[in-house]
């Protein structure tokens, strides 16, 4: 086969420069450091940093009681008549201070629903939910409020740290759904503005309850 000129010109350059190892010309480019920093606070204050900036709404608790009294205060204060939740684990602390759980409240009509959750994420501010809690997937997005009750021992820096929390404590098989939840509901699909709680809740809350003290 006849070669022209001028590509066996380009490929002897090919050759010699397979010949040659030449240095990178950018060593730090992407590729040779994390992409994300490392933990730079307390993971408390760096999850309400984060989640306050995605428009969610923190309490920290120093104990279950001060939980519930805070979330009664809360209640009182927005005027909220009906609070849903599925998690019977839950309801001997609420019910202590004061909240009322009415059986003819369901998540189609209540004021806002409470859940536990798998773990927090610190680094992003989401709280990781799984179908194999609160009797369903449901809970969390139908009501118009999302409350979420977390411990200290759930609150992680990453997402790979609470999936390594969703393994430990579901070895055998994982739950059919884990999601990823960051502040309220919102989209941008009409119009690109951006409109909150269209698909899910408007407003979300964690308390996170101290287990250290």
Wanted: aromatic share 8%; proline share 5%.
């Amino acid at each position: 086969m006849n070669v022209s000129p001028s590509k066996e010109s380009i490929l002897k350059k090919i050759r010699k420069a397979l010949t040659v190892s030449t240095p990178l010309p950018f060593s730090q480019s992407e590729g040779y450091q994390s992409v994300y920093q490392p933990q730079q606070m307390e993971p408390e204050m760096e999850f309400a940093e984060n989640f306050s900036r995605l428009q969610g709404k923190f309490v920290f608790c120093l104990n279950e009681a001060e939980m519930a009294a805070q979330l009664k205060a809360l209640s009182v204060q927005l005027g909220w008549k009906g609070l849903f939740t599925k998690d019977n684990s839950l309801k001997p602390a609420l019910e202590a201070a004061g909240i009322a759980f009415d059986e003819s409240t369901t998540l189609h009509n209540c004021d806002a629903a409470i859940t536990t959750c798998e773990a927090l994420v610190a680094r992003t501010g989401s709280i990781a939910l799984s179908a194999a809690l609160n009797g369903g997937r449901t809970t969390s997005v139908y009501a118009p409020v999302h409350i979420c009750i977390a411990y200290s021992n759930q609150l992680v820096y990453d997402i790979k740290d609470a999936m390594q929390l969703v393994r430990e404590k579901y070895p055998e098989r994982l739950p059919s759904l884990i999601t990823f939840a960051s502040g309220p509901s919102r989209t941008a699909d009409i119009e690109k503005t951006l409109v909150v709680g269209v698909h899910g809740p408007k407003e979300v809350y964690v308390f996170l309850v101290d287990q250290h003290a």
